[in-house]
C-alpha cells in the first residue's frame, strides 16, 4: 500500500529534509513506485504537484527536493496502487474546495467495495477508492454542518464518526487539512514526532543526511511531522493507536 507524509507547523517551514527521505522510499528504499504527489498551504493558496512517475525518478520531485518552499500545512504521498490506473488523475493528494477553502486529502489502504452514492458537488475524477472517499467525506461535512464551517471540536467528532464509517470497508489511514489544522486517521500505522526547542540532529534513514535543526530555527519554533513509517534512525516517535484520529494546530495535537 501507499505512504503518508504531513507536516504541521507554528511558522512557515519547508519540508526539504523530510521530503528527502520519504520520496526515496518511492522506488530505491520500497516499492512505492506508482507515482506521487505533494501540496503545500500558502495563505489561501495550494501548491499542489503530482506525477504518475515514481518520486525517486521524477524530475519535479527533484525540484521539491531543492526548492524549499515554506508551509504551515503540507500532505505528501506516494503511491502503491491497489484500486485505478497509474495515471496522473489517480496520484493523491487531491484538493477541493468546501466552505470557502481548499481541502487536501491522501489515503493509504484499500477500501473494498466502497461505493456510496453521490449526489453532491463531489465527484471523482479518477478510478481510485481513495478519491471516491474523499468526495464522500466532504458530501457528509456539507450535509451536516450547511453553508457554514463549525467550530474545530465540532468538526473533529463529525470526522471521527465519518471516518470510522469509512474505515468499516478496509484500510483507512488518512491525512486531511483546510490550512489551519491538520487531521490523521490510522488505521494500521501511522507516527508522528514534534520538533521544538531545544532542537537537536536528526538523520534520515533512507538517506545519509543529516542535519542539525538548532541551526535552521528559532527558540520559538515548532514542528509537527507525521508519516507512516518513522524518517529518522535517532528520533523517538510516537506511534498512533489503531482507529484514532489526531488533530495538529500550530506543531502540536490538541486532539
Same mark, same amino acid.
Given at each position: 500500500?501507499?505512504?503518508?507524509?504531513?507536516?504541521?507547523?507554528?511558522?512557515?517551514?519547508?519540508?526539504?529534509?523530510?521530503?528527502? &527521505?520519504?520520496?526515496?522510499?518511492? &522506488?530505491r528504499t520500497d516499492i512505492h513506485?506508482?507515482?506521487?504527489?505533494?501540496?503545500?498551504?500558502?495563505g489561501a493558496g495550494v501548491r499542489? @504537484?503530482?506525477? =504518475?512517475?515514481?518520486?525517486?525518478?521524477? #524530475?519535479?520531485?527533484?525540484?521539491?527536493?531543492?526548492?524549499?518552499?515554506?508551509?504551515?500545512? %503540507?500532505?505528501?504521498?506516494?503511491?502503491?496502487?491497489?484500486?485505478?490506473?497509474?495515471?496522473? *488523475?489517480?496520484?493523491?493528494?487531491? $484538493?477541493r474546495e468546501l466552505w470557502g477553502?481548499?481541502?487536501?486529502?491522501?489515503?493509504?489502504?484499500?477500501?473494498?467495495?466502497?461505493?456510496?452514492?453521490?449526489?453532491? #458537488?463531489?465527484?471523482? %475524477?479518477?478510478?481510485?477508492?481513495?478519491?471516491?472517499?474523499?468526495?464522500?467525506?466532504?458530501?457528509?461535512?456539507? /450535509?451536516? @454542518?450547511? *453553508?457554514?464551517?463549525?467550530?474545530?471540536?465540532?468538526?473533529?467528532?463529525?470526522?471521527? !464518526?465519518?471516518?470510522?464509517?469509512?474505515?468499516? =470497508?478496509? %484500510? @483507512?489511514?488518512?491525512?486531511?487539512?483546510?490550512?489551519?489544522?491538520?487531521?490523521?486517521?490510522? +488505521?494500521?500505522?501511522?507516527? =508522528?514526532?514534534?520538533?521544538?526547542?531545544?532542537?537537536?540532529? +536528526?538523520?534520515?534513514?533512507? !538517506?545519509?543526511?543529516? %542535519?542539525?535543526?538548532?541551526?535552521? /530555527?528559532?527558540?520559538?519554533?515548532? $514542528?509537527?511531522?507525521?508519516?507512516?513509517?518513522?524518517?529518522? +534512525?535517532?528520533?523517538?516517535?510516537?506511534?498512533?493507536? *489503531?482507529? !484514532?484520529?489526531?488533530?495538529?494546530?500550530? &506543531?502540536?495535537?490538541?486532539?
Amino acid at each position: 500500500m501507499c505512504q503518508l507524509l504531513g507536516m504541521n507547523c507554528n511558522v512557515p517551514t519547508d519540508i526539504v529534509f523530510s521530503f528527502t &527521505g520519504f520520496a526515496t522510499r518511492g &522506488g530505491r528504499t520500497d516499492i512505492h513506485n506508482d507515482g506521487w504527489g505533494i501540496a503545500f498551504f500558502e495563505g489561501a493558496g495550494v501548491r499542489h @504537484f503530482v506525477d =504518475y512517475q515514481a518520486a525517486i525518478a521524477s #524530475p519535479i520531485a527533484d525540484l521539491i527536493k531543492r526548492c524549499p518552499i515554506k508551509s504551515k500545512n %503540507v500532505i505528501a504521498h506516494i503511491r502503491k496502487a491497489t484500486q485505478g490506473r497509474i495515471a496522473l *488523475e489517480n496520484c493523491h493528494p487531491f $484538493v477541493r474546495e468546501l466552505w470557502g477553502r481548499y481541502w487536501v486529502f491522501a489515503h493509504n489502504g484499500d477500501l473494498k467495495n466502497f461505493m456510496p452514492p453521490l449526489d453532491g #458537488p463531489y465527484h471523482p %475524477v479518477g478510478t481510485t477508492d481513495s478519491e471516491w472517499a474523499f468526495c464522500y467525506l466532504l458530501q457528509q461535512l456539507r /450535509t451536516r @454542518f450547511g *453553508e457554514s464551517l463549525p467550530e474545530l471540536p465540532n468538526l473533529t467528532i463529525a470526522l471521527q !464518526e465519518i471516518t470510522r464509517e469509512i474505515a468499516a =470497508y478496509g %484500510v @483507512f489511514n488518512m491525512m486531511l487539512s483546510d490550512g489551519s489544522a491538520l487531521f490523521a486517521h490510522c +488505521a494500521t500505522n501511522l507516527h =508522528y514526532i514534534v520538533r521544538q526547542y531545544p532542537f537537536a540532529e +536528526a538523520r534520515l534513514s533512507d !538517506e545519509d543526511i543529516i %542535519v542539525d535543526f538548532s541551526q535552521v /530555527t528559532t527558540p520559538n519554533d515548532r $514542528v509537527a511531522i507525521i508519516v507512516t513509517e518513522p524518517l529518522t +534512525a535517532n528520533e523517538t516517535w510516537i506511534r498512533f493507536a *489503531e482507529g !484514532e484520529l489526531k488533530v495538529f494546530v500550530d &506543531g502540536t495535537p490538541v486532539w
